[in-house]
């Protein structure tokens, strides 16, 4: 166990300097990356820095990630450059989720993939690293309840839809599940999130409300996003 901690690091820990960098992974015999699409600007600078000019030096690296779910640290222009350097292989068969979520979730990122900018520079930059053709063209061979989509413009009536949804999913379990509601969007996720904590509070059972990076990595047995994201009008949301 003490060898096993010792060599799980946070990206955090990883030396900013390219000297220092290049020395700390020499240390390894190899790096294994999960949730690459969250990997700082500064990481992908330095291999690309390796691979250009002394790839025999490169520690071998072997990076997990899909751009479709970056919360974090939008990459997927860098990892795409890395790609050039890299041998890749796409997953498109989801061994985690069903055939229902799945639909669901690539008919938002179609609006995202397609016909959809953002708002200022930050947001589109975001957005286009975000898009990957590939990874959402997920398939899967499970089956499980519908995903149901609702479109609300005041908050009253999201929260009593919110409060509705989850009294159904409390109801439908025979244990006590574990239950989530997560909010994506803009400025205002913040507030959201207070609003929503402080309503659901006079709920018989409880409930988390997180931002998707506080969600990653998590399970729970139900859940709701709530997408504040700023989409064009005509375009529907």
Known sequence: NDVAE??????SQVPKNFEEFKKFLNGYSSVLIDEGQNLNARYI?????LLE?????????FIS??????????????????SEFFDTTSLTYSYRATDENVRASLATLDTLH?????????????????????????ISGLSGPPVKSYRVIKDGERDSIISR???????AYKSRPTM??????????????????????????????????????????????????????????
Request: aromatic share 10%.
């Open 65 to 82: 990630y899909d751009a479709n779910q970056s919360v974090a640290y939008p990459s997927g222009y860098g990892l795409q450059k890395l």
């Open 165 to 171: 949804v989850l009294d159904s999913f409390f109801k």
């Open 53 to 61: 000019n002394t790839r025999q030096e490169l520690t071998p690296h």
């Open 6 to 11: 010792e060599l799980i690091v946070t990206v």
């Open 180 to 237: 989530a509601v997560i909010v994506v969007g803009d400025a205002q996720t913040k507030s959201t999130i207070v609003n929503l904590r402080a309503y659901l509070l006079r709920k018989p059972y409880p409930v988390e409300v997180l931002t998707p990076m506080e969600a990653q990595g998590r399970e729970y047995h139900a859940g709701i996003v709530v997408d504040q994201i700023a989409y064009p009008e005509s375009e529907g949301a």
């Open 114 to 138: 397609s016909r959809f900018e953002g708002k200022g520079f930050q947001n589109i930059h975001h957005i286009r690293a975000m898009r990957d053709r590939l990874s959402s063209s997920y």
């Open 45 to 49: 600078e330095h291999l690309m820095r």
